[in-house]
């Protein structure tokens, strides 16, 4: 079983940065893969931002995040930090950390997401 929970939202102004964690929880028969960051703002598609390894590393970005979002991930804590500079007032959405266990290419497992508010 897979538990997942963000925090770090808030209100931002343009330009500023905020850093998202998520908490992982799995249990040993359900090994985390990769872990990703999406977000979804009201009447669009959910997008992916970020994902990384959780044992090798090998991190991926959307085009649209390059540069100016980091992921990185602590195994020890077992946390996912998503860091997000030079935010835009666009960045505004519901940010969601997921998680691909075992050799599922799919995110199977969603936190609750967290609200981030960039104002202009």
């Known amino acids: 079983q897979v538990q997942l929970v963000e925090s770090g939202g808030g209100l931002v102004q343009a330009g500023g940065s905020l850093r998202l964690s998520c908490a992982v929880s799995a249990g040993i028969f359900s090994p985390i893969s990769v872990m990703g960051w999406f977000r979804q703002a009201p009447g669009k598609e959910r997008q992916f931002l970020a994902s990384?390894?959780?044992?090798?590393?090998?991190?991926d970005y959307a085009d649209s995040v390059k540069g100016r979002f980091t992921v990185s991930r602590d195994n020890a804590k077992n946390t996912v930090n998503l860091q997000m500079n030079s935010l835009k007032p666009e960045d505004t959405a519901r940010y969601y950390c997921a998680a691909q266990t075992g050799y599922s290419r799919d995110y199977e497992h969603w936190g609750q997401g967290t609200q981030v508010t960039v104002s202009s």
């Open positions: 990384i390894g959780w044992t090798g590393g090998r991190t």
